[in-house]
Structure formats: structure tokens, C-alpha cells
């Protein structure tokens, strides 16, 4: 996906809010954000979205001296999930359908996204939570995904953001209860930015108990494949199945040849008119490999 001229406004707002984040200082603040707007005024509208975010970040972090800006956000929304863990757990196992309840509260996990707005209330992920498990989705996508996970070797999950990963890991737990063993590789970014999931984060989620765990290599908060490492560019093309949440990653792997799927929550007003989707709707996508 490109990017378009609206995507320049968030840039400058991401830019401030991280700033303000790590820093009361208004000449760092003034700095960055005269910083921000040389990096967007060269920018290429032929990169996707994620491109910006990843340039305007490691000014920040070189300006600051703060390499990781959003840690105790990221560590406090893996501890809120992780704490109500066992609550949802029930939510899954008493369900009909565990599979599409565990789906749905994977979608809801992706409001956690600092990227779209600063703030979040830990009252607005359990509002989402309550959206999401009623919410209407696309049946003929699930029942598409739940028969493609059946016959998939290995599937690579993309994830997100800390605290949502809490919520992948209990998807990737539903989907390991199916009929067969299969291989699950998730994958987290290389570097920190934002409240994207690292390494760090998939471990105190505990998604590295559950499955393999690799880095992007890169830290733009999506999958860049020409800034990928060789090993993420090999699991993905030796999958058989790409499972990619949130918007980034939509962003940057809506062109992927491979029989992908899309999970995520629209919050910008961009996407909603990239994926066909309205604003705030929970979306499952199926993006088959010809396409």
C-alpha cells in the first residue's frame, strides 16, 4: 500500500506524541517535529505508511538518547491482558465456536495501538473486548481461515502490538487444538517502535512457550521486505499460510504473493478506504496468493 497525502498529518502527531512521551523539553520537542517535517518533505508517496513512522522514530530515539520510547506502556498492557488471562480463557472454552470467540478477541486486542492515537485506557480494551465478540464479521472469511489452518504446513503470524500479542497467544492456542499438529512461527519486530511487539514482549506474553518466535529484522512498525533479514524473508516464503494483524501490517504486506489474511480493527480512515471496510469495523480479509 502507499502512502497518501493524509498519512503526513499522523506523521507529524506521531512525532509530537513520542516526543512529549520521552521528553518534557520544548526545544527537543521543536526539534523533532522541524526534523520530522524535512524527513516528510522528501518523503517517496510510493513507500507504504509504515516507511514514515520508522524514519521519524530513529530521530527520535538518536535526539533523545531513549531507545525504546513506549517500554513501560508496552510492559503495562502485556501485564493488564496477561492478568485477566484466565478470564478469557473462559470465554473461549465455554463458547460454542472456541475458535471464532478466541478470533474475536484477537481482533479486539488490536485497538492497543499507540500508533493511531497516545493515549489508551485499559476501560476502552475491555469495551472493544465486549464489541468484538458480538460484532458482525465476514463468516465465509473465518470458515476460509479455519480450513486453511487445517491443511497449512506452517503458517507465519504476524504480530502486532504488546498487549495484543497476550490475545494472539490465545488464538494461536485454539488453533493448535485442531485436528492436527502444524507449525506456527510468530513473528515480532526487529527493533522497538512504537508499542509494536519485540522479542521482549512476545517472551513476557509467552509466545515463546507456545511457538517459535522470529524478528523482522527491521523496525518499522509493519514487515518491510526489502528491509527484512534473510530469515524472515525465508519463513515467509516457505510458509504455506500468512496470518497478519493490525494495520502495518496490512500496509505493508497487502502485495504479498502468498495466501494471506488480514485481522485487524479499521481505525484510520485511510485503511477503511484501502480494504473496503468502514471505520472501527473489525475485519477478516482473505487475500488468496494470485491475487
Known amino acids: 500500500m502507499k502512502t497518501y497525502p493524509d498519512c503526513i498529518p499522523c506523521g507529524v502527531r506521531q512525532a509530537l506524541e513520542a516526543s512529549r512521551l520521552v521528553s518534557d523539553d520544548p526545544v527537543l520537542h521543536e526539534r523533532v517535529l522541524r526534523e520530522t517535517l524535512k524527513i516528510l518533505s522528501k518523503l517517496d508517496y510510493s513507500l507504504p505508511p509504515p516507511v514514515i513512522a520508522s524514519e521519524i522514530h530513529r530521530l527520535i530515539r538518536r535526539l533523545s538518547g531513549e531507545d525504546d520510547l513506549y517500554r513501560e506502556a508496552k510492559k503495562r498492557f502485556n501485564s493488564f491482558v496477561l492478568d485477566r488471562l484466565d478470564r478469557f480463557k473462559s470465554m473461549i472454552g465455554s463458547s460454542p465456536d472456541p475458535f471464532e470467540t478466541a478470533l474475536r478477541l484477537a481482533l479486539a486486542g488490536n485497538v492497543i495501538d499507540f500508533g493511531v492515537r497516545g493515549e489508551l485506557e485499559e476501560s476502552e480494551v475491555e469495551d472493544t473486548v465486549r464489541q468484538a465478540l458480538t460484532a458482525e464479521l465476514d463468516s465465509a472469511a473465518i470458515q476460509a481461515l479455519r480450513g486453511s489452518l487445517q491443511h497449512s504446513r506452517k503458517t507465519v503470524y504476524v504480530g502486532d502490538n504488546a498487549g495484543e500479542i ?126
Open 166 to 291: 497476550v490475545f494472539d497467544r490465545l488464538f494461536i492456542e485454539a488453533i493448535l487444538e485442531g485436528p492436527r499438529p502444524r507449525e506456527i512461527v510468530f513473528m515480532v519486530r526487529g527493533e522497538p517502535i512504537l508499542n509494536d511487539a519485540t522479542a521482549e514482549d512476545a517472551s513476557q506474553a509467552g509466545l515463546d512457550k507456545l511457538c517459535r518466535v522470529i524478528v523482522t529484522g527491521d523496525g518499522a512498525p509493519g514487515c518491510l521486505l526489502d528491509r527484512c533479514s534473510p530469515e524472515c524473508r525465508a519463513e515467509l516464503e516457505s510458509s504455506d499460510l500468512v496470518i497478519a494483524k493490525g494495520q502495518g501490517n496490512y500496509e505493508t504486506l497487502s502485495e504479498l504473493e502468498k495466501q494471506t489474511f488480514f485481522l485487524l480493527k479499521v481505525k484510520c480512515a485511510i485503511i477503511a478506504r484501502d480494504i473496503g471496510a468502514q471505520l472501527g469495523e473489525f475485519v477478516v480479509r482473505q487475500k488468496p496468493r494470485s491475487s
